[in-house]
């Protein structure tokens, strides 16, 4: 299993980042997938999910900015992020629970500056 994210980087507050996260090795179809997120000295939380069917849910913190999609052909999920603020500063990761345990990803850093 492997999953592979990309698309981090750093922008100015209010700017734009659509992050993705290319999947292998799993049945990406019912699987379930989460953006999860660990800002500096912090503990690593939630951000986003997205279920096998395509129902989402999101941290309020987030609500309204963020959107989680999914691309069943490239069996891939997208977190495309806008009117980014400081506080989203952290880095990202994706993750599954596939075969009785977690999957992460290797995480990509967002910068925003004010």
């Known amino acids: 299993v492997q999953l592979q994210a990309s698309g981090g980087g750093l922008v100015q507050a209010g700017g734009s980042l659509r992050l993705s996260c290319r999947t292998s090795g799993i049945n990406f179809r019912i699987a379930g997938m989460n953006w999860y997120r660990q800002a500096p000295e912090k503990q690593r939380d939630l951000v986003a999910n997205?279920?096998?069917?395509?129902?989402?849910a999101y941290v309020d913190s987030v609500k309204g900015r963020f959107t989680i999609s999914r691309d069943y052909a490239r069996n891939t999920v997208y977190l495309q992020m806008n009117n980014l603020k400081p506080e989203d500063t952290a880095v990202y990761y994706c993750?599954?629970?596939?075969?009785?345990?977690?999957?992460w990803g290797q995480g990509t850093l967002v910068t925003v500056s004010s």
């Open positions: 997205v279920t096998s069917g395509g129902s989402t």
């Open positions: 993750n599954t629970f596939w075969r009785d345990r977690e999957w």
